[in-house]
Protein backbone atom coordinates (compact mmCIF):
# COMPACT_ATOMS: atom_id res chain seq x y z
CA UNK A 1 0.00 0.00 0.00
CA UNK A 2 1.08 3.23 -1.23
CA UNK A 3 1.92 6.32 1.48
CA UNK A 4 -1.06 8.21 -0.70
CA UNK A 5 -3.40 5.52 0.05
CA UNK A 6 -2.91 6.15 4.02
CA UNK A 7 -3.13 9.47 3.94
CA UNK A 8 -6.85 9.14 2.02
CA UNK A 9 -9.93 8.62 3.66
CA UNK A 10 -13.13 9.00 2.01
CA UNK A 11 -15.06 9.63 5.05
CA UNK A 12 -12.89 11.87 6.82
CA UNK A 13 -14.91 14.11 8.69
CA UNK A 14 -18.47 12.74 7.95
CA UNK A 15 -20.83 11.36 11.10
CA UNK A 16 -21.55 7.72 9.60
CA UNK A 17 -23.05 6.99 13.16
CA UNK A 18 -26.53 5.84 12.94
CA UNK A 19 -27.16 7.72 16.80
CA UNK A 20 -28.69 11.02 16.46
CA UNK A 21 -26.50 13.74 18.17
CA UNK A 22 -28.29 15.78 21.04
CA UNK A 23 -28.07 19.06 19.46
CA UNK A 24 -29.18 17.40 15.68
CA UNK A 25 -33.13 17.49 14.97
CA UNK A 26 -35.23 15.00 13.71
CA UNK A 27 -35.00 16.33 10.23
CA UNK A 28 -31.37 16.54 9.90
CA UNK A 29 -31.05 12.98 11.43
CA UNK A 30 -33.09 11.74 8.58
CA UNK A 31 -31.57 13.75 5.82
CA UNK A 32 -27.96 12.85 7.64
CA UNK A 33 -28.99 9.37 7.24
CA UNK A 34 -30.53 9.49 4.32
CA UNK A 35 -26.76 11.01 2.52
CA UNK A 36 -24.91 8.25 4.14
CA UNK A 37 -26.85 5.44 2.91
CA UNK A 38 -26.33 7.19 -0.36
CA UNK A 39 -22.74 7.77 -0.71
CA UNK A 40 -21.76 4.32 1.05
CA UNK A 41 -23.76 2.46 -2.00
CA UNK A 42 -22.17 4.58 -4.02
CA UNK A 43 -18.32 3.82 -2.66
CA UNK A 44 -19.75 0.11 -2.76
CA UNK A 45 -20.67 0.81 -6.41
CA UNK A 46 -17.70 2.41 -7.42
CA UNK A 47 -14.82 1.00 -5.77
CA UNK A 48 -12.28 3.11 -3.34
CA UNK A 49 -9.88 3.84 -6.35
CA UNK A 50 -12.73 5.19 -8.57
CA UNK A 51 -14.55 7.06 -5.77
CA UNK A 52 -11.08 8.61 -4.09
CA UNK A 53 -10.37 9.70 -8.29
CA UNK A 54 -14.05 11.43 -8.77
CA UNK A 55 -13.92 12.99 -5.10
CA UNK A 56 -10.18 13.42 -4.30
CA UNK A 57 -11.72 15.34 -0.47
CA UNK A 58 -13.80 12.42 0.05
CA UNK A 59 -17.71 12.20 1.04
CA UNK A 60 -17.36 15.62 2.53
CA UNK A 61 -16.37 17.06 -0.55
CA UNK A 62 -19.60 15.76 -1.90
CA UNK A 63 -21.90 16.42 1.07
CA UNK A 64 -20.63 20.20 0.37
CA UNK A 65 -21.57 20.13 -3.23
CA UNK A 66 -24.85 19.02 -2.64
CA UNK A 67 -25.58 21.50 0.29
CA UNK A 68 -24.10 24.02 -2.22
CA UNK A 69 -26.78 23.04 -5.20
CA UNK A 70 -29.91 23.09 -2.93
CA UNK A 71 -28.85 26.56 -1.21
CA UNK A 72 -28.53 27.68 -4.67
CA UNK A 73 -32.19 26.06 -5.75
CA UNK A 74 -33.73 27.43 -2.98
CA UNK A 75 -32.26 31.25 -4.00
CA UNK A 76 -33.23 30.66 -7.35
CA UNK A 77 -37.05 30.07 -6.22
CA UNK A 78 -36.99 33.47 -4.12
Known sequence: ???KEKKYSAFE???LSNAR???ESFDDYKSRR???QKILKL???LGP???EATFPGGA???FNQVKNLES???QNEL
Request: no cysteine; net charge negative.
Open 43 to 45: YRE
Open 49 to 51: RQF
Open 34 to 36: KFN
Open 13 to 15: GVN
Open 21 to 23: EES
Open 72 to 74: NEV
Open 60 to 62: LEL
Open 1 to 3: MSE
